[in-house]
Structures are given as structure tokens and as C-alpha cells.
């Protein structure tokens, strides 16, 4: 069974960063693209970015210009570095992986931003 583990969040002050990773456990076969969601209290999951396997990014209009993804195919390894945090940016962090079979999800991490 390939898991997905998060690791990186925490509690940071409002203009301050953190670096999501998300190493899979297992071989993944056919990645179409990886990407890392996040879903506060009460809200619906939403996309905050995503990348293709050659290397094109999609960013939610609320973190461009200030969260960057990247991946380790080396280390199976997807990251999102985070910079000039905001309490918006407050919630679970989850990792996504796509393939041409199936969709992998990882348990999330919390980040918390205070003001």
C-alpha cells in the first residue's frame, strides 16, 4: 500500500515560512501531477498548487507570488515552500498525487498562522 506522509507544519507568526514535504512510502507509477490542497474549519477542500510531471505549476490566486512548489523525483518527495504567511493561510495542508489509475491522498498537516 503507497501512503503519502506529510511532515513541515507547525505554528508560525503572520509573515513568517514553513516547507511542506510529502515523501511517498512506495513507488508511485504513472504521475500525471502532484499538488498539495488545504481545507480549514468549515470550508471545502481547495487547491493551493500543483505541478505536472514536466514541470508546469497551477497556484490559487491567494498564495501566487508567495508559496512555490517543487518535487524530488530522486526522493519520491513533493514540497510546497510556504513565505509571507497569513492567518488566511491557516489550515490542513494535504498532499495530493494523481496517476493515469488512481488518486493518492496523505493525511494532512496543520499550519497554523497567528496575527
Known amino acids: 500500500q503507497v501512503q503519502l506522509v506529510e511532515s513541515g507544519g507547525g505554528l508560525v507568526q503572520a509573515g513568517g515560512s514553513l516547507r511542506l514535504s510529502c515523501a511517498a512510502s512506495?513507488?508511485?507509477?504513472?504521475?500525471?501531477?502532484r499538488g498539495w490542497y488545504r481545507q480549514a474549519p468549515g470550508n471545502q477542500r481547495e487547491l493551493v498548487a500543483d505541478?505536472?510531471?514536466?514541470?508546469?505549476?497551477n497556484y490559487a490566486d491567494s498564495v501566487k507570488g508567495r508559496f512555490t512548489i517543487s518535487g524530488d523525483n530522486a526522493k519520491n518527495t513533493v514540497y510546497l515552500q510556504m513565505n509571507g504567511l497569513k492567518p488566511e493561510d491557516t489550515a490542513v495542508y494535504y498532499c495530493?498525487?494523481?496517476?493515469?489509475?488512481?488518486?493518492?491522498w496523505g493525511q494532512g498537516t496543520q499550519v497554523t498562522v497567528s496575527s
Open positions: 505541478i505536472t510531471r514536466d514541470g508546469s505549476t
Open positions: 512506495g513507488s508511485i507509477f504513472g504521475i500525471k501531477t
Open positions: 495530493r498525487v494523481t496517476t493515469i489509475w488512481y488518486d493518492y
